[in-house]
Structures are given as structure tokens and as C-alpha cells.
């Protein structure tokens, strides 16, 4: 008589933290982006200071990436605000600028994929971690 293997299943405490790396990961994609441009551009000759920048920004996501860790709801929907209002504010002042509807399109959509999109995403996790997880750090009662 064969004997029949079954699967091994995550349960939630392994599927918490996988979604929960899955999340952090996509959060943090903007500022892999930021600290290699700033990089370039501290180590470069051009010294125009978007290096500087580029790190003054990465901090706050990089907080609200481990505020979303450590509390996934409350995280996961300032990420999903914050990238939603991105978003918006990047569409308006292309058009307030006078661009053309070619290079609107063009700029807005590489920097939606660049910059709003992977937040989105890991704060949509995040959200999603906090109705599985039911622990004590969830963030937010879980499912019943």
C-alpha cells in the first residue's frame, strides 16, 4: 500500500511573516531606487545635491515601512494613503505645468511604477497581514 505525501502548509504565524517580507520589500523599492541615485550623485562630480535629497526622503518610508511591520494596519493604510496622494499630486503637477499629454503619460506612468506602485502594493499587504494575523502586535482585530 503507497503511502501518500502531503504538503506541507504554512500556518498563520509563516504566512504573517512571509506576506509581511513581501510587503516590506515592495514598500522599500522606492528607496533602493533613491539611495542608488543619491549614491551616483554624491559619489558623481556633477554635485547637484539630489543626493541629499533623495536620503531626506528615503527615511519616512523607511519608517512607515517598520511601522507597517510592527503594526500592519495602521502602517499598511498610511502606506496606501500616502501612495494614493503621490499619485494625485504627481498627476496634478504635470498637468499644472503645461505638459503635453505625450510626456504626461510617459513621465506619470514611470513614476507611478516607480515610486507609488510597489508602496501601494506592500501597504495593501500589510493591510491584509493585519486581518490574518490575530496576535497580540496584529494592529487590528483579525478575522474571526
Same mark, same amino acid.
Given at each position: ?11 498563520? =504565524?509563516?504566512?504573517?511573516?512571509? @506576506?509581511?517580507? *513581501?510587503?516590506?520589500?515592495?514598500? !522599500?523599492?522606492? +528607496?533602493? #531606487?533613491? $539611495? /542608488? ?33 510592527? =503594526?500592519?494596519?495602521?502602517?499598511? @493604510?498610511?502606506? *496606501?494613503?500616502?501612495?494614493?496622494? !503621490?499619485?494625485? +499630486?504627481? #498627476?496634478? $503637477? /504635470? ?50
Amino acid at each position: 500500500m503507497a503511502t501518500m505525501k502531503t504538503r506541507p502548509t504554512l500556518g498563520p =504565524r509563516e504566512l504573517t511573516l512571509w @506576506l509581511k517580507i *513581501v510587503a516590506a520589500v515592495l514598500a !522599500l523599492i522606492p +528607496a533602493g #531606487i533613491l $539611495l /542608488l541615485a543619491g549614491a551616483s550623485s554624491v559619489l558623481g562630480s556633477d554635485g547637484d545635491g539630489f543626493g541629499l535629497l533623495g536620503w531626506l526622503i528615503v527615511a519616512p518610508l523607511v519608517i512607515l515601512t517598520v511601522v507597517g511591520w510592527l =503594526r500592519p494596519y495602521l502602517g499598511g @493604510l498610511i502606506l *496606501v494613503g500616502g501612495s494614493v496622494f !503621490l499619485a494625485v +499630486a504627481a #498627476i496634478v $503637477l /504635470l498637468v499644472w505645468d503645461g505638459e503635453s499629454l505625450s510626456s504626461i503619460v510617459t513621465a506619470g506612468l514611470a513614476a507611478l511604477l516607480m515610486f507609488v506602485v510597489p508602496p501601494l502594493l506592500g501597504g495593501t499587504l500589510f493591510v491584509l497581514v493585519s486581518r490574518v494575523d490575530t496576535g497580540p502586535d496584529a494592529g487590528s482585530p483579525g478575522i474571526a
